[in-house]
């Protein structure tokens, strides 16, 4: 079976821009969460949706933004991007909102110039 | 939101148990505890859970103490390919939904 699966792998950005990445849950996984993870650092909480509803959203700022679709894919966009966005953002599912535990794909790497 | 305390790095040879203590003295009534390993430009990868006593499954075990404010990851005879980064994280179902929260993870290091 496939795990969870984020497209592209790697993005390079500009200072400004705005960018959409992609994620694609476990079969039969309805809850999915969104993370950043800078450099040397553990991962941190942005998003999670469930059922097409935001169930919980980290300290980020309202340019971080996500969705999730009737099939339970999802996306994360950021606007106007800074530097300190460059980091690896990973997408985790499960089964339901509550139930462990949580699956992570290998992320996308976002590099900001 | 419990706080979280595991040793920054260690060091381990090949065919070693090798143990890792988190502390986590606020848990709270039903967090459960969480081991996950990750390696460089992957996503974490979960590894064991539990909520109190002792768990084991085929890579680990788990040994949670009575007052549960502290647990310890087991990794029987460990190999190069365990050298990874390994976080403990303490939660539950209640509020925020999924919401993990990370620390800074132990760098555990197998050598020949």
């Known amino acids: 079976d496939a795990g969870v699966t984020q497209s592209p792998t790697h993005l390079i950005k500009t200072r400004g821009q705005q960018v959409t990445l992609r994620c694609s849950p476990i079969?039969?996984?309805?809850?999915v969460s969104w993370y950043q993870q800078v450099l040397g650092q553990g991962p941190q909480f942005i998003f999670q949706y469930y059922e097409k509803e935001e169930r919980g959203r980290g300290n980020f700022p309202d340019r971080f933004s996500a969705r999730q679709f009737p099939n339970y894919s999802s996306e994360l966009n950021v606007n106007a991007l800074l530097l300190g966005d460059s980091a690896l953002y990973l997408c985790a599912s499960s089964l339901a909102e509550g139930t462990w535990p949580q699956h992570f794909g290998d992320g996308t790497r976002l590099s900001i110039l | 939101l419990a706080k979280i305390t595991q040793p920054i790095s260690m060091d381990s040879y090949e065919g070693q148990e090798v143990n890792i203590t988190c502390s986590h003295n606020n848990i709270a009534t039903n967090d459960y505890i969480t081991w996950y390993q990750q390696f460089p430009s992957q996503g974490p990868r979960f590894i064991i859970q539990g909520y109190k006593t002792k768990v084991t499954n085929e890579v680990a075990s788990l040994f949670i103490p009575a007052d549960r404010k502290s647990s310890t990851l087991s990794l029987p005879r460990v190999s190069l390919s365990d050298t990874a980064v390994y976080y403990c994280l303490v939660g539950g179902s209640t509020g925020g939904g999924n919401k993990l929260t990370f620390g800074t993870g132990t760098q555990l290091k197998v050598e020949l």
């Open positions: 079969s039969g996984h309805k809850s």
